[in-house]
């Protein structure tokens, strides 16, 4: 239990938050890679697919932004996703120069398998809890995650 100085209480309560939230991150992102070896794919893999069945037909360029990579790693990254048949280079359609990756059926679906695992393991760790108490930490999390700047 967390206890509490009353001259300071809310950065003791701030602290544990950040403590727990960086445990928990760390568990389930650990666990999210173990997964994956199961899915034959690579960490990087599934955050572009993520990134590509969300906002389709990035270009390199595009996804290395979203993903903080060099274009180098991307094109690396792409060219072997595209030999595992999970997503297509494609010219665009109005401007023939620039080259979109679209992902194929073998992506889609790797994906889908892989998010219903990660969902199948958080549902196995809350099974205990009430939906009261799930739809609690739901809205506890939203409302952290309403105040980040990836909602800006």
């Known amino acids: ?17 950040e403590r727990e939230l960086r445990y928990l991150c760390t568990i389930v992102k650990q666990k999210g890679r173990e997964m994956l070896v199961e899915f034959e794919i690579t960490p990087p893999q599934f955050q572009a697919l993520l990134y590509l069945v969300k906002e389709e037909d990035l270009t390199i360029g595009e996804l290395s932004k979203r993903m903080y990579l060099a274009c180098s790693t991307i094109t690396d990254l792409v060219d072997r ?6 997503v297509k280079r494609v010219r665009d359609e109005k401007d023939r120069r620039v080259v979109r990756v679209a992902v194929l059926e073998k992506g889609h679906k790797i994906i889908q398998k ?39």
């Open 81 to 86: 996703m595209e030999k595992n048949k999970m």
């Open 114 to 152: 892989v998010l219903t695992a990660r969902r199948e393991y958080l549902r196995d760790i809350l099974k205990d809890l009430s939906e009261e108490q799930q739809t609690f930490i739901l809205n506890g999390i939203s409302m952290v995650y309403e105040r980040t700047d990836a909602m800006k």
């Open 1 to 17: 239990m967390l206890k509490i100085d009353p001259e300071n209480e809310n950065m003791d309560v701030i602290t544990e938050i």
